[in-house]
């Protein structure tokens, strides 16, 4: 088992203002209660997010003893693209340089179940802080990042963001407006990233979600993706 090691997030770090840190666990059966501890100790991290591979209790009785609190429980999904040649409903890339009133509201809406809107022991308003600046920054990685939108009339109805690596498509944020729910709108978002994807000869397509994101998560099944790992996640804090 390889020894367990903080990694420092920067960009979490700048964002809330605080030291925040990771440790992954996600490769190991059972972790040393004391080698945590130690570590965890002399720790210079005001938050630390704990990834585990799911439903590892021992593992989980120690986070906790130490004072974490599981707050997620990761499901990636994934599938090979394809290509869908019709769409009921109009759906086009976001054209802006800038994020307008309704994708901020839509980026905002897909994170509703976000741990990091859940999680009550954010309190310096971190969850709107980090989905803004994600968005912004999605809009400005206009090399290797697409936004598409569902239109209804002359509004922003729906949006999906996809980002392309080498040959996997990754779907981060997906959101349909409440008003417009029941239009098929979340399922056509998908099959258009899909069919992007598949354009840009990207041979898989992957997505994380929330646990106890059901609905999200059986959209996407309903679209073909297959469930390939669940990973649980904590939230640690520092009280020195």
């Not at 990771?22 to 945590?36: A, G, R, V, W």
Request: with cysteine.
């Amino acid at each position: 088992m390889n020894r367990v090691t903080i990694e420092p997030l920067t960009w979490d770090s700048e964002l809330f203002g605080y030291p925040v840190g990771k440790i992954n666990l996600s490769d190991n059966i059972y972790t040393n209660k004391q080698e945590l501890n130690t570590l965890l100790r002399n720790s210079k991290y005001s938050l630390i997010y704990i990834f585990t591979a799911h439903n590892q209790q021992e593992t989980e009785k120690e986070i906790v003893s130490l004072g974490g609190k599981k707050v997620d429980e990761r499901i990636i999904l994934s599938k090979n693209t394809e290509e869908y040649s019709s769409f009921q409903n109009q759906i086009i890339d976001y054209s802006e340089n800038n994020p307008n009133k309704q994708l901020i509201e839509l980026a905002l809406l897909s994170g509703h179940l976000s741990r990091f809107k859940t999680d009550t022991e954010f309190i310096n308003n971190e969850y709107n802080l980090l989905y803004n600046k994600w968005i912004e920054n999605l809009l400005a990685d206009n090399k290797f990042t697409r936004i598409f939108v569902a239109k209804h009339k002359a509004e922003i109805a729906g949006m999906i963001t996809m980002t392309q690596k080498n040959e996997i498509a990754t779907i981060g944020l997906l959101a349909v407006d409440k008003m417009y729910q029941r239009m098929n709108l979340g399922t056509e978002l998908i099959k258009k990233a899909d069919t992007e994807a598949c354009l840009m000869k990207c041979s898989r397509i992957s997505v994380a979600t929330q646990g106890k994101n059901t609905a999200a998560t059986n959209i996407y099944v309903k679209c073909g993706f297959s469930i390939d790992s669940i990973i649980d996640v904590y939230h640690l804090r520092n009280s020195r």
